[in-house]
């Protein structure tokens, strides 16, 4: 992922207002690995169920507000985010919604999908298996993981956007 200033994230935004935007809380974009990253996506400290992530599309980012169902997946069971396709507890995965763009989330249409619950995606498609005959390197299993990861975005994104 490119690195992004704040302004650019703010002006990104594509299912909330100008002035929504302009309060949106910033994560530490010093701390981020750019490298390391398919996209940006944090919590907003004081609305847990708030989220937001920042995407490339193209040669412009875009950002998109999400919010996360009350209720997980159930402990004990295994379930499996939609974006990175790593199966996981069911607690670490959850159902999020982002309002469409333009008129179509102005009159509350919304599309939802199962992310990480930390939005750490990127993280976790980067922890190599450990080599076995009969597979893919393991660096090659990680290639894979990482060009799903964007492919599944990018479709994620442009389903926001349809709006």
């Keep these: 992922m490119q690195p992004l200033t704040e302004e650019q994230i703010r002006e990104s935004f594509v299912n909330t207002t100008k002035g929504e935007a302009e309060r949106v809380p910033m994560p530490g974009l010093h701390e981020v690995l750019w490298d390391e990253r398919e996209y940006l996506g944090w919590h907003d400290a004081k609305a847990p169920q708030r989220a937001y992530v920042t995407v490339w599309q193209g040669d412009h980012p875009v950002s998109f507000v999400l919010r996360a169902a009350e209720r997980r997946v159930r402990n004990g069971i295994s379930a499996m985010c939609s974006l990175c396709h790593m199966p996981q507890p069911g607690a670490q995965v959850t159902l999020f919604a982002a309002p469409r763009s333009g008129e179509a989330g102005r009159k509350g249409d919304t599309v939802g999908t199962y992310i990480c619950a930390d939005l750490g995606c990127s993280a976790i498609i980067r922890i190599a298996p450990p080599a076995a005959p009969m597979q893919m390197a393991p660096d090659e299993i990680v290639q894979r993981r990482i060009a799903g990861l964007q492919e599944r ?11």
Excluded: I, N
């Design 153 to 163: 975005l990018d479709s994620f994104t442009q389903t926001v956007l349809a709006g």
